[in-house]
């Protein structure tokens, strides 16, 4: 069980790492180490005051040997990477979580992995984010109220389980999911992943550059998640691409479904497909 | 010019007519009059204390005949009819202006037709809406820091022009775009009815109504508009269908491109991609 006075250590000191970092300290009495790239992260975390131990990777056995709960914060790649390269350093019983946005690539792997180095990985995916990265621009209170999904694979230890469930909810998070890894993958391809792909799409129109003067509430909201970082979604998408294949041909079908209404001058069928879209829209949420 | 006591009738007494009505009550010292259908809308009209006079239509000539301003709020159609049925009726030299969300089907035949029964007609659109309708949601911020384009047409009288302008400003309009009718449906296709064709085919999904608890913002702001007015927002994408149907195109396009960019498990070309709207989005919004 999680008590709050743990020795975590974060790994990857960006948006979310940052953010992490941020909530645990107002939240908790655990005590909080960084394994961070060197450079001007480096330097912001040992100026922040958060830490305890901040290191660039050269010398984070210590920190590791003492660690409770190491939470990786980096992109799936760097994680399984990052893992694989450390496990043997992590103190025994430990339990390992992450925080990726894409899940059956890594969680029954690392399972398996993290169990035979005497560790307890549970896959995690706090659903919150911002246009802009960076430890600069975590919040403490970046997961308010954020959906939390927790991917148990078949051999996850059901007390690391309830360790991460903890987390997510001290960390703020409203709404704690636990589903499988495939799950996770083939939700996260329509609710995350294909308004990402809709979003730079839909900015690659000529008339974008002029949009000034013209536009609303509804043009902020469908370009707002265009500036991504693409080296790390160009892995999720990857890394998902059966779901999120699955995703775009639904929605060039439903968009191409109104523009055949449209072109034929078909009023009562236009109707039709944007009443099915709102009764849709209101029967979800409603 | 706008002195802000004069007589002014709104017809069409929906969200975007009560929200008028409600700031222009709140704001200047004109005397409101309302012409609207019987039934619900005209008892909470009654209600409300912000007009004059209320009318269903029968009895509007006197109300009409004493108009400085008439702006008309309802869908494009109904608004052409309307002012072709009514013109005869309204004080010479008064403004009409209207609040659609298309410009080219009415702005030219309006303004000559108004002409010739000695009124001046400017188009107008308040980029502002809700994802509810009627009286009963209408607000008195509905307007704030919204942008307001104005489209008048060759023979626009230029003193109607500025009453328009200064009435855009007493709807808390921030910014107001002086354009012609054909630019602003380019515009709008790309603002406004393109992301209104997305949220619907977005919604459409098989994976939708599982959402929850797998969703952030990208799914609440993608879908946010789905709940649209079939019958106003079919009129709206018909009466623009050249302009709407190049935007669906471009949009099919660049979606297709991150698609097969996916498929063929081409990391760079999805980074560019991804790249490309993400330079673009920070480009124009900085």
Known sequence: MFKG????????????????????????????????RGGETMLQCLQSGLFERVSDG???ESILALSDIVIVCLSPNATKNWIINN?????????????????????NDLTEYCSANNLRFVGGHPMAGREVSGFTNSLETLFDRCNYIITPAQNTDSDALETVKSLARVLGAKHITITTPENHDRMIAFTSQLPHVLAGAYMKSSTAPEHKGYSAGSYRDVSRVAPVDEKLWSEL???NSDNLIDEIDALLYN???????????????????LREGRIRKQEIDN
């Open 5 to 36: 006075t743990e020795n975590v250590t974060i790994v990857g000191l960006g948006l979310i790492g940052g953010s992490v970092a941020k909530a645990l300290k107002a939240r908790s009495d655990c005590k909080i180490h960084a394994i961070t």
């Open 58 to 60: 050269s010398d984070s």
């Open 237 to 239: 998408f990857l890394l």
């Open 87 to 107: 496990a043997k350093n992590i103190s025994g019983g430990a339990v390992v979580t992450d925080v990726c946005g894409i899940k059956r690539d890594l969680c």
């Open 255 to 273: 968009i191409a479904e109104m523009k055949s209404a449209i072109l034929s001058k078909d009023k009562p069928q236009v109707e039709k497909v």
